[in-house]
């Protein structure tokens, strides 16, 4: 199992990125796929789930600015991240839960400064 994660950037606070994770080895609309990060001294956090059945969950920090979707056909999930702040600033991982396993991609870097 392979999950590529790319997307990340230098972008202005207000601003929006979007992320995207490429799957392979696993069936992405079979999994639990989400959107992790980790700020620097700081715990990974949840960012955002979306389960087998497309149900959608948010941490409470990114909620109404932040949203998760899939395109099954080309086994990618993305982060869409809108009026992004100064916090938002982490290395953004994507994790999978397929048949018990959980995956983890290798990360990318997203920082919000002017």
């Known amino acids: 199992v392979q999950l590529q994660a790319s997307g990340g950037g230098l972008v202005q606070p207000g601003g929006s990125l979007r992320l995207s994770c490429a799957a392979s080895g696993l069936i992405i609309s079979n999994s639990l796929m989400g959107w992790y990060r980790q700020a620097p001294g700081k715990q990974r956090e949840l960012v955002a789930l979306?389960?087998?059945?497309?149900?959608?969950n948010y941490g409470d920090s990114v909620k109404g600015r932040f949203s998760i979707s899939r395109d099954n056909d080309k086994n990618t999930v993305y982060l869409q991240m809108a009026t992004l702040e100064p916090e938002d600033t982490a290395v953004y991982y994507c994790?999978?839960?397929?048949?018990?396993?959980?995956?983890w991609g290798q990360g990318t870097q997203v920082t919000v400064s002017s």
């Open positions: 979306i389960t087998s059945g497309g149900t959608t």
């Open positions: 994790a999978a839960v397929s048949f018990l396993k959980t995956y």
